[in-house]
């Protein structure tokens, strides 16, 4: 252990309280009290919220890009999706699609702070077909009018 | 020999004589109540009804649908049935009904199977802009029906 000390009188392995001695005391530059003891001690300014920001609430926001996404979305939804998608989707979209599917995404992870997109055919291939029978009502419900709503069809045409 | 005469007996035979009387009886009496779109409104009531006590297994095409509809009307002595899909529309030919048998093709005949075929489609999963109606007579022994778009 060292006993030197500096000219203020403060052991010169005390880093801390040497610039407070300094930075309170002695004639440096105004620059060094902002190396004080107790600036070093004072509260930091407020960081961007890391939790308790509803993941639905952030989800509602319209999310342009990564800087304004809350922490606790940049890093911890991400950790099943953003991480892992690749980046040919929104983030907003991404947020809205299943657990389910967003874990199934593979690719590399990307850098933080980026806006990922998603190609929004990959959810629309996992919705279930529909049978022949769905698909022939549906035509005949969008298409298949025939020009007197029904009744006037080639065969009674031909039995007329 | 005459193809009439057999065609008639056959027709004679194809409903019970136990219901025969019965059946004409009725529908003398309701068409004296009611004029022909009221016959088969009410006949068409009971035909949905009918379709609601005997609900047909799934069917994900109109071949296996259809395939429903003729064991069914087969396991009742009803005749038997073809669909026709066309571009605009689904044509139902019912064959050998026994009361078309008894009572021609009219409103009363007419009115229950339309009915009948209205509510088993809609249960097969028709929109609400897709109707079941009756089409035009083609013989005495086809009863014709149209699903197309109505709306």
């Given at each position: 252990?060292?006993?030197?000390?500096?000219?203020?009188?403060?052991?010169?392995?005390?880093?801390?309280?040497?610039?407070?001695?300094?930075?309170?005391?002695?004639?440096?530059?105004?620059?060094?009290?902002?190396?004080?003891?107790?600036?070093?001690?004072?509260?930091?300014?407020?960081?961007?919220?890391?939790?308790?920001?509803?993941?639905?609430?952030?989800?509602?926001?319209?999310?342009?890009?990564?800087?304004e996404v809350p922490a606790a979305e940049a890093v911890q939804a991400p950790a099943t999706a953003a991480m892992q998608a690749p980046s040919t989707?929104?983030?907003?979209?991404?947020?809205?699609?299943?657990?389910?599917?967003?874990?199934?995404?593979?690719?590399?992870?990307?850098?933080?702070?980026?806006?990922?997109?998603?190609?929004?055919?990959?959810?629309?291939?996992?919705?279930?077909?529909?049978?022949?029978?769905?698909?022939?009502?549906?035509?005949?419900?969008?298409?298949?009018?025939?020009?007197?709503?029904?009744?006037?069809?080639?065969?009674?045409?031909?039995?007329? | 020999m005459n193809l009439n005469n057999t065609l008639d007996y056959y027709r004679s035979q194809s409903c019970s004589p136990q219901w025969r009387g019965f059946l004409r009886a009725l529908a003398e009496e309701v068409a004296q109540g009611l004029d022909e779109d009221d016959q088969a409104r009410?006949?068409?009531?009971?035909?949905?009804?009918?379709?609601?006590?005997?609900?047909?297994?799934?069917?994900?095409?109109?071949?296996e649908l259809q395939a429903h509809v003729d064991a069914?009307?087969?396991?009742?002595?009803?005749?038997?049935?073809?669909?026709?899909?066309?571009?605009?529309?689904?044509v139902i030919r019912h064959v050998a009904s026994p009361l078309a048998a008894v009572l021609?093709?009219?409103?009363l005949a007419t009115g229950f199977l339309e009915g009948v075929y209205r509510e088993w489609f809609r249960a097969a999963g028709m929109s609400a802009r897709l109707d079941v109606s009756t089409g035009a007579t083609e013989s005495p022994d086809v009863a014709t029906f149209l699903l197309c778009r109505v709306s």
């Open positions: 252990m060292s006993n030197s000390k500096s000219q203020a009188g403060v052991p010169l392995d005390d880093v801390a309280g040497l610039f407070a001695k300094v930075g309170v005391e002695g004639d440096a530059p105004v620059g060094y009290q902002a190396f004080s003891l107790a600036a070093l001690k004072a509260p930091a300014a407020p960081a961007a919220p890391t939790s308790a920001v509803p993941e639905a609430a952030a989800a509602a926001e319209p999310v342009e890009s990564a800087a989707g929104t983030l907003l979209v991404m947020l809205a699609e299943p657990a389910a599917t967003r874990a199934t995404i593979a690719g590399p992870a990307p850098l933080r702070g980026t806006v990922v997109r998603i190609d929004p055919a990959r959810g629309a291939a996992a919705k279930p077909t529909r049978t022949p029978l769905e698909q022939l009502f549906q035509r005949l419900a969008e298409g298949g009018r025939s020009e007197s709503g029904g009744e006037e069809s080639p065969l009674r045409r031909l039995f007329r | 009410l006949m068409a009531r009971i035909g949905r009804r009918f379709a609601q006590a005997h609900p047909l297994p799934k069917a994900a095409t109109l071949q069914l009307w087969s396991s009742l002595d009803w005749g038997f049935i073809v669909f026709e899909e066309q571009p605009d529309q689904v021609g093709q009219t409103s």
